[in-house]
């Protein structure tokens, strides 16, 4: 029955990556509440590093984008050898002035420069740099994703830890009633008014307590491991501790609110908009490149012989080129790029019905937590009150020890329905934010301490 404490499952967590932090020696031990470990996270985080280079990634993107339409000018050299004599320079002067002979030689070396400037390109260069802009704005869009999801997985690793204390302290408790009730058993068996085969028991069930208890500090252990993970604490010897801040009692907006909050701030749904915009783009794109393509080239040169006597010579051009026949390449391009837009629409579809069922299932889990919260609540009273009174019979000799021992058991049952529901709750809340695009966490007011009971 109480074997399922041994396992505590933090399968909900994922899974994430080692990063250095320059504070704190080895062996020391530093506590953080929420709100400041959630700060450290957000700077220190190395995904949240990378995330941050993706828009700066795109930044050069959109620098590139707009050198595609600036003058490019490129140097140039060579040197050529031929197996016969070759002209150094063209002919010079016309034939009525007596055209100039050119010179020839073997080796022919040229130095210079050439120019091109595109003037039109089917509006290309317009659209590749709006599509940079843009493919920007999702790199910030998932910049911000990647801080809500963060924000989500420490606090529910916080939420995690604030449940494993608990019942820690509960199964701790449950050792020390065990211990205090073994003690009584063996008493009234070296009395005689007890069988042998209640001490038994009661040595079995409180090596199985303190088993618990070493199950639940290893998840315990495990879970703060996590934690040094997502704020980035790199030094294995650290040990941290969390403090609990004043609690609030958060005001959720109704169901359709929240829905249309989710569609106006996600950032993923934002970026899923901003792609089915590329998309678009990109089919404008390809059509692009059935129009002419206008351009000014020029080129500043000299070339010289053996001798090393360099002739200069310059010219300009105004470049036009029109696609005639490409064998199908630019309409295929077309069509591709209209099904990838397809694909995206469908996608955001799909988004938009994932999200709404998010955020229906977190204003569902809310709610049934909080209503487990009371049906726990006085499970856990009835369940104090029965073990006080099987503890009452069995000292006045009207109880067995196994009637303390189911009691102690069902307490302790209850005591982990009551946290676990104080969890889901709080789980639940830190997922709604995170459903509507919001990047802060919330704290509700549930008791964090079960009523309390005689040790």
């Not at 790199?139 to 916080?158: G, H, I, K, P």
Request: include cysteine; aromatic fraction near 8%.
């Amino acid at each position: 029955m109480m074997r399922v404490l041994a396992v505590v499952c933090l399968l909900f967590l994922p899974a994430a990556v080692h990063a250095e932090r320059g504070a704190g020696a080895p062996g020391s031990t530093d506590t953080y509440t929420l709100s400041e470990a959630l700060e450290i996270a957000l700077r220190d985080n190395p995904g949240i590093r990378a995330s941050g280079a993706d828009v700066a990634i795109a930044d050069y993107g959109i620098d590139a984008a707009r050198a595609e339409k600036m003058p490019k000018i490129d140097f140039f050299s060579n040197a050529v050898r031929y197996r016969y004599p070759a002209p150094v320079t063209p002919i010079s002067g016309s034939p009525l002035e007596g055209a100039g002979f050119p010179e020839f030689d073997t080796t022919i070396y040229d130095l210079g420069a050439y120019l091109t400037l595109p003037l039109y390109r089917g509006g290309r260069l317009d659209r590749a740099v709006t599509i940079a802009e843009i493919d920007r704005a999702i790199a910030q869009d998932m910049f911000r994703m990647s801080r809500q999801d963060l924000v989500y997985n420490v606090t529910s690793v916080f939420y995690k830890i604030y449940q494993l204390e608990e019942l820690l302290e509960a199964n701790r408790a449950s050792v020390r009633q065990l211990e205090a009730h073994q003690r009584d058993v063996a008493l009234f068996f070296e009395a005689g008014t007890v069988p042998r085969i209640e001490l038994l028991k009661t040595e079995t069930e409180l090596a199985h307590a303190r088993q618990n208890v070493l199950a639940i500090e290893n998840s315990l252990e495990s879970a703060f491991t996590l934690l040094k993970a997502l704020m980035g604490i790199e030094e294995m010897t650290r040990t941290i501790s969390v403090v609990r801040e004043t609690a609030v009692d958060e005001a959720y907006p109704p169901l359709e609110k929240g829905v249309e909050r989710a569609f106006s701030q996600r950032p993923d749904y934002r970026a899923m908009l901003k792609r089915l915009r590329v998309a678009e783009e990109q089919i404008a794109l390809a059509r692009g490149r059935r129009l002419p393509f206008v351009s000014v080239s020029s080129e500043y040169a000299g070339r010289s012989g053996d001798e090393l006597s360099f002739k200069e010579n310059w010219n300009l051009a105004l470049r036009l080129t029109m696609p005639l026949f490409d064998g199908g390449a630019i309409k295929a391009d077309v069509g591709r790029r209209q099904k990838e837009l397809e694909r995206t629409r469908e996608e955001q579809q799909s988004l938009r019905l994932a999200i709404i069922r998010e955020v229906k299932d977190a204003y569902l889990a809310i709610e049934n937590a909080r209503k487990r919260i009371g049906v726990t609540e006085k499970a856990l009273e009835s369940a104090q009150e029965n073990l006080r009174i099987e503890r009452l019979k069995f000292e006045a000799g009207g109880g067995t020890s196994t009637d303390v021992i189911d009691a102690r058991t069902t307490l302790l049952r209850a005591e982990t329905d009551y946290y676990q529901a104080l969890f889901d709750k709080r789980l639940a809340a830190a997922a709604l934010m995170r459903a509507m695009g919001e990047e802060r966490f919330a704290k509700p007011a549930d008791k964090d301490r079960r009523p309390s009971e005689e040790s």
